[in-house]
């Protein structure tokens, strides 16, 4: 069966969405995206990668496929692999049999990548379509064409780091038994985590969820204090390339979800929901304002000083508050309604 | 976002190789993908995270031709590593990479390690180019 590449905003639902529906499974990338329960937020103040803090906008890598098959009732193949070679191997065994297959790989050395875009991340998936003698096809959803990568490189992509969190040469497919999955049930659990990992993260964990976007807004302003004038705009820039840069499909994700919840609304008979898409838009617009004003900051040309890109961060933190609040009655009361 | 206002600006570091995929609403009110070929506020922080790096590629070279360190610490810094990425990567203990930052190890097995690690061939290593590398 020939394999239809798909162009998507983000790496992992894209993966997602294209593995399913070549199985026969056609849904979305932002119907994938919200069933796997793919947006986020969390600033990680103490930690350092690069010097800088991390920032996220979405879950763990590898969790929108794990959820979003486990909601649908999809058996899902995965398997990592401590020796590289028989890694490799079990990797063109089945492509030997005609199997697309996920990776998890690191992006910095994926040489098809523009190279500012090659940063150190360890969680950008891609599927793998066939060996072409020292070579691989690769359908890499960031990319409008399937592209081909050397083998080595490859290989160096997918094995990279020793440290426990990371992917391990991580390969998956998935194998769809049932055509027809309970959408509703699945959009419910995907809705229910959302709303739960944004708001409802216990406060001694101030780093993730909304509180999240708060702590980066109390933090934000006093970066140029501690750090000095120079490296707080490099931090900011960093802050604005995890928003915007490399498959979020725009303002950090809230555009996806956006979107999903507008197809959700509409294939399950459910307005209210549909209702919530634009004021996820909403959010969705808030941010990039905010990337825009903090990106002239960081390049030097400011047009708002350090408290007011505080500021819009902690009206954004008080806007998904909201809604993530009233999503979550908007999910509570349709479980009523769907299930009768 | 509308789909008409999804931006297309010039200079991204991805122009002509790829465009991405951003979510939008189109004019009869539904979500749809438009590809765009960049956004102002990307293509600055980007330029901003790629100026920064190329000086700390910069100075790590110098310093590495002044022999106040090894070529290794040149070669960490332009594969945009840092002392835990390296850690990480090769295995080894930091304190032990920090000694290979001030003379390369004279071991073999510990070069090939780093080599591998860095995505470079041993002599490749061991030596410094005759321009620091940038982004």
């Known amino acids: 069966m020939s394999f239809e590449h798909l162009h998507a905003g983000h790496c992992e639902s894209g993966v997602t969405a294209a593995l399913l529906r070549h199985q026969g499974l056609a849904l979305s990338e932002p119907l994938l995206f919200g069933i796997g329960s793919g ?4 600033h990680l103040s103490f930690t350092r990668v ?12 590898g969790a929108i496929f794990k959820k979003a098959c486990k909601r649908l009732g999809v058996r899902v193949r995965r398997s ?25 790989t690191n992006i910095y050395w994926l040489p098809y990548i523009p190279r500012p875009m090659r940063v150190h991340f360890n969680g950008h998936n891609l599927i793998v379509l066939e060996k072409r003698g020292d070579s691989y096809v690769i359908s890499d959803p960031v990319m409008e064409e399937p592209t081909e990568c ?12 020793t440290n426990a969190l990371l992917g391990h040469g991580l390969m998956y497919h998935p194998e769809v038994t049932d ?16 709303c739960t990992r944004m708001r409802r993260i216990p406060f001694v964990f101030p780093w993730f969820g909304v509180r999240g976007v ?10 140029p204090v501690r750090l000095g004038e120079e490296d707080a705009r490099e931090w900011l820039a960093g802050l604005v390339r995890m928003q915007e840069e490399i498959g979020t499909g725009g303002a950090g994700f809230r555009y996806l ?7 959700a609304g509409d294939q399950l008979g459910w307005p209210a929901l549909r209702g919530m898409s634009d004021r996820a838009t909403a959010v969705g617009d808030q941010w990039r304002s905010f990337a825009l004003h903090a990106s002239r900051r960081a390049r030097g040309k400011p047009d708002r000083e350090w408290a007011e890109l505080g500021e819009m961060l902690a009206e954004l933190s008080v806007a998904e508050d909201r809604l993530f609040q009233d999503l979550d009655a908007v999910r509570v009361a349709g479980a009523k309604q769907l299930t009768g | 976002m509308k ?15 790829l465009r991405r995929l951003t979510y939008a609403v189109g004019e009869d009110g539904e979500y749809e993908g438009v590809p765009s070929v960049g956004w102002e506020a990307e293509i600055e922080a980007t330029r901003v995270a790629t100026e920064r790096a190329n000086a700390r590629i910069r100075q790590a070279w110098e310093q590495a031709r002044d022999g106040a360190t090894s070529t290794l610490a040149y070669h960490m810094v332009a594969a945009q590593m840092d002392l835990m990425l390296l850690s990480n990567e090769t295995g080894l203990w930091r304190w032990r990479i920090k000694r290979h930052l001030r003379a390369l190890p004279s071991d073999d097995g510990l070069l090939q390690r780093y080599a591998d690690a860095l995505g470079l061939e041993v002599d490749a290593l061991v030596a410094l180019p005759e321009e620091p590398e940038l982004l």
């Open chain 1, 80 to 104: 990592t692999w401590r020796d590289r070679e028989r890694g490799m191997a079990a990797l063109d065994a089945l492509l030997a049999q005609g199997t697309p297959v996920g990776l998890q």
């Open chain 1, 150 to 161: 050397p083998a080595a490189a490859l290989r160096r992509a997918r094995f990279s780091g």
């Open chain 1, 50 to 61: 690069m010097g800088q803090p991390l920032t996220t906008f979405r879950s763990f890598p």
């Open chain 2, 3 to 17: 789909s008409d206002d999804v931006p297309q600006d010039p200079g991204a570091c991805y122009a002509g190789k």
């Open chain 1, 39 to 42: 947006l986020f937020f969390g």
């Open chain 1, 179 to 194: 055509q027809e999955p309970d959408l509703a049930a699945a959009t419910r659990a995907g809705l229910g985590e959302v």
């Open chain 1, 214 to 223: 708060r702590h980066l807004a109390a933090q934000l302003p006093k970066w």
């Open chain 1, 257 to 263: 979800f956006a979107a999903f919840l507008q197809e």
